[in-house]
């Protein structure tokens, strides 16, 4: 019997060895088993292989006997080129260079300018805002609302209560300019009561434009132009007992004022100008009462020197005069209310950033009629603004005013109003923005035995955002005055749209 398995593959086993032990001999040697491996550098084709400062050897002949001394001379290494993969058997494998460490050959988002080729940057959009309409160098993003109301009044003459829609319109036109700036910003309502009945509507306008003008790298100029409609409210002190609607106030006003920065020094110099117009009230028997004889005209002009402790800090002294000139000399009771008055008041600014700015100022107000019936009347004077941010998608708003207000009639010259606001919006969520709102008047009557009054006034709203240019809006206010007896709640529902 014959065995062939054996002697069959020991011929092909011995030439399996001599292959690898040929291929063991020719191959170069390497670091082929080392455990760290060094990153090689890559070379052009035909340059010395030589790495930094070292010498390269001397060659040798078949034999191992050097045929002479050649000096040794370091090889400059070649900058290291750009990583590409190759496709050549035997090429060692580089490792590819982090593209994080490397410089751009250009901007992938380049910056562009202005419309008008200026410096400017394009007007940012602000989460949950619309892109609004572009209209040349002008931005405009228009919202009109319409709310379902109702409304509860309780006063002296008993309970009333009234159902209502209300259509409004707001607006802000926006310029995109290299120098300059200009700004209008309007917003409007209108009130239909369900049925024939419109007493308690109270329609409301206002529109304002600012104009600023950089005339210089430490001066700004500012022009102002507005007008604001409303109606009296039945808790100011010059509302008609009775009269079943109030009479109507157009307010004109514009500005100029110029800013400018001498060092730590800063100045301002402003003129406000206005010219308010009455409309006539209607009686419970529904005849017109005219209140013509309180159109007037007004001017007043102040100026202020601060002096900057630190960009967050700059406290500053203001003064002002001005003067009220009603149409008529004498009212429909006999007395000239015309008037001037002057102030002085000293504060400071405070400039923390983003998260807090404002002002807070203390002085005094003296105003004096042109009837000598009339009692001059000395205020002290508490005004200022915060505006906050916590934290973001948080803002809280503060601001006091006091001012000096002319009674529409009879022997008394005027009251002095202190008012304070305040405002709360926080983002619940991306889409849905809580507000708080607050206020209280503070009125004292000098020149008359009237008791001080104080009205308070607290609101609540939710703004849920349906979709980028729709939004649902929810809203309740209580107003209350203590020494009148009188209070109002509010509760609306509505849809907004934006562009």
Request: aromatic share 8%.
């Amino acid at each position: 019997m014959n065995v062939k398995g054996t002697a069959t593959r020991l011929p092909t086993s011995r030439k399996a060895a001599t292959l690898l032990l040929a291929c063991t001999i020719f191959y170069p040697q390497g670091n082929t088993f080392a455990q760290t491996a060094t990153t090689a550098i890559p070379v052009l084709p035909g340059s010395a292989s030589a790495v930094d400062g070292a010498a390269s050897p001397t060659p040798a002949t078949d034999s191992g006997v050097s045929t002479g001394t050649v000096p040794a001379t370091a090889t400059p290494t070649p900058a290291p080129q750009l990583w590409r993969p190759s496709n050549n058997p035997g090429d060692p494998i580089y490792e590819q260079q982090d593209e994080a460490g490397q410089p751009y050959a250009e901007a992938e988002n380049p910056y562009e300018p202005t419309v008008d080729g200026g410096e400017n940057p394009r007007i940012a959009t602000e989460p949950g805002q619309t892109p609004g309409i572009r209209l040349g160098t002008f931005l405009l993003r228009p919202s009109i609302s319409q709310t379902i109301n109702t409304e509860k009044q309780t006063n002296t003459g008993g309970p009333s209560r009234r159902n209502y829609l209300t259509t409004g319109i707001r607006g802000t036109l926006t310029s995109d300019w290299s120098r300059h700036a200009l700004t209008v910003t309007g917003d409007g309502a209108w009130e239909r009561n369900f049925g024939s009945d419109k007493d308690g509507e109270e329609p409301r306008a206002r529109i304002e434009a600012d104009l600023r003008l950089d005339l210089g790298k430490e001066t700004t100029a500012n022009l102002k132009a507005g007008y604001e409609f409303s109606r009296e409210d039945t808790t100011d002190p010059n509302a008609l007992t009775g009269a079943a609607v109030q009479g109507g106030e157009h307010r004109f006003t514009t500005s100029a004022s110029i800013e400018r920065d001498f060092g730590k020094l800063r100045g301002l110099a402003a003129l406000d100008l206005s010219r308010t117009v009455y409309t006539d009230a209607k009686g419970v028997d529904g005849r017109p009462i005219s209140l013509s004889d309180r159109d007037q005209n007004g001017a007043n002009l102040r100026g202020r020197i601060g002096y900057e402790l630190s960009p967050a800090l700059i406290p500053f002294l203001e003064l002002n005069a001005g003067t009220t000139k009603y149409d008529r000399r004498l009212d429909n009771s006999g007395y000239a209310r015309s008037s001037n008055a002057y102030g002085a008041k000293v504060g400071a600014e405070v400039d923390l950033g983003e998260k807090t700015r404002g002002e807070a100022a203390i002085g005094y107000l003296r105003k004096q009629y042109d009837d000598d019936r009339l009692a001059s009347i000395g205020a002290l004077t508490l005004d200022g603004e915060l505006n906050w941010s916590p934290q973001r998608g948080t803002n809280v708003n503060l601001g006091l005013r006091t001012t000096i207000e002319d009674f529409a009639g009879g022997p008394q010259g005027g009251w002095i109003s202190y008012r304070l606001d305040a405002g709360l919006t926080h983002e619940l969520r991306s889409n849905l923005v809580a507000r708080l709102t607050g206020q209280i008047v503070h009125r004292t009557f000098p020149s008359s035995d009237m008791e001080n009054a104080v009205e308070y006034t607290a609101g609540a709203g939710l703004t849920w955002g349906l979709n980028r240019y729709l939004d649902l809006t929810a809203d309740v206010s209580y107003q209350w005055t203590p020494v009148y007896d009188s209070s109002e709640l509010r509760v609306g529902a509505g849809l907004v749209l934006k562009r």
